[in-house]
């Protein structure tokens, strides 16, 4: 086998021309085993397409070899030809040694492609074939996690820890954690974070076991564990909003602002944490810092209408209509994606006196609040100051549907019946 080390040796120098010649040497009059041996070393080195020549040439010699099949199929899924990997994969007998493996690689391959069914049906018959392989628990762990079966993957990955805590480079009671987390099972998912945490500190369990404590109502804990994170790695920039929520939660508003002020020194693109920044400042009594950082939200993203309805409630309250047309105006955003802009737009315009405005903004509102007793209340006010008192005799009619016996609606209506006849 000099030849084989000789080629791989002249890889790792850079001495690619060289290689290609001994290569050819190899693949037109090699050895069965020289080919393999180097088919393997060029798979593990990425020279995908020369070893795929050479197992595809002993695969001529050997067509129904389960060895060869296998490494052809792995080659295949690493160049991303998963369909040819799947009917090399097929070919491989029930009775062939590396049936097993055939069966694990295939389930990889139908999991990626969605065929759930499919998948699990091959894990279980390789659990079949090979009963103590973990790897095995851990594949149908991994399927019925992306499912959503919460029980069957805590029940595979508890096979696992019988042998293992760790595979694949994966924390199995992390694992665990994140799946239970994920399905509303905080409470026994913190237990699995502490066991992740025990066995290895590492900064992404640490922010999930936070984040579920946060979710938990554990908000002391939330605190402690973001502030580790924080020591462990500052530019972890997922933590600070959070770490404001959980300060928030508490009650420690200056502790909330302070958290999104370092997370801003870390992300000063997150619109997130200028806007939460934002809303706690208005908590605060800091009116003017609050705007600030509600329009430097609005900056990086003009369609962030959650931001443009918060700033306008504070428009409202410090009466400034024109304000609230030029928001509206600058945001690039689909009317019926967010409606509420239009009756900010038509309340606006009324206490502007742009009275036509403001009706065109109502009309249009009226399409998607039509149901709604606060907007047809104000409809109906505006439609009675401008004189369209059939407009507004069906407004009024439209709320004592919902609200039959209500007397202000009755008085209304009269009054319009009267004005009509």
């Given amino acids: ?51 795929k020549a050479l197992i595809e040439d002993l695969l001529k010699i050997y067509p129904e070899e389960g060895e060869l099949l296998v490494l052809l199929g792995e080659i295949l899924v690493e160049a991303g030809q998963e369909e040819e990997a799947i ?29 759930y069914e499919v998948c699990e049906r091959k894990l279980l018959k390789a659990k079949e074939i090979l009963p103590n392989e973990v790897i095995i628990d851990f594949a ?62 590492e900064i992404n369990t640490l922010f999930g076991y936070a984040f579920t404590a946060l979710q938990a109502g554990y908000n002391r ?38 958290a999104v002020k370092e997370g801003i020194k870390q992300d000063e693109f997150n619109k997130e944490l200028f806007f939460y920044g934002g809303k706690i400042a208005l908590k605060l009594g800091m009116v003017e810092e609050a705007e600030q950082y509600i329009r430097e939200s609005l900056a990086l993203d003009p369609g962030f209408t959650e931001a443009a309805l918060t ?8 009466e400034r209509y024109e304000d609230v047309v030029e928001l509206i105006s600058q945001l690039e955003f689909i009317e019926d994606e967010e409606p509420q802009l239009l009756w900010d737009a038509a309340l606006a315009f009324d206490k502007l006196e742009e009275y036509s405005y403001a009706l065109d903004k109502y009309e249009n509102a009226y399409n998607f609040f039509k149901n709604n007793e606060a907007f047809l209340l104000d409809f109906g006010y505006f439609l009675i100051e401008e004189g369209k008192n059939d407009r507004a005799a069906e407004i009024f009619k439209q709320l004592l549907k919902e609200d039959p016996t209500n007397e202000e609606y009755l008085d209304l209506l009269e009054r319009l019946t009267e004005v009509q006849n």
């Fill in 1 to 51: 086998m000099d030849r084989v080390n000789k080629i791989i040796s002249l890889l790792e120098n850079g001495q690619h021309k060289e290689a290609l010649s001994e290569y050819n040497v190899v693949l037109n009059s090699g050895l069965p085993e020289e080919k393999y041996l180097l088919g393997e070393e060029l798979y593990q080195y990425g020279f995908l397409d020369e070893a």
């Fill in 87 to 115: 009917l090399v994969l097929e070919q491989i007998s029930e009775q062939d040694a590396n049936y097993g493996q055939s069966l694990l690689l295939l389930a990889d391959l139908y999991q990626i492609q969605g065929l």
């Fill in 140 to 201: 149908l762990g991994e399927l019925f996690s992306e499912q959503g079966e919460v029980t069957k993957a805590m029940n595979a990955y508890e096979m696992v820890l019988k042998e293992e805590s760790e595979i694949a480079g994966v924390n199995i009671h992390q694992r665990m954690a994140d799946l239970l987390s994920s399905s509303g099972a905080f409470e026994d998912a913190l237990i699995y974070y502490d066991k992740a945490l025990d066995e290895k500190l």
């Fill in 221 to 258: 804990t939330a605190i402690e564990k973001f502030n580790e994170l924080k020591g462990l790695d500052p530019e972890y920039h997922s933590l600070y909003l959070h770490l404001a929520k959980a300060y928030e939660s508490e009650e420690e508003l200056e502790n909330s602002l302070e």
């Fill in 311 to 318: 700033l306008n409630k504070l428009f409202f309250q410090q």
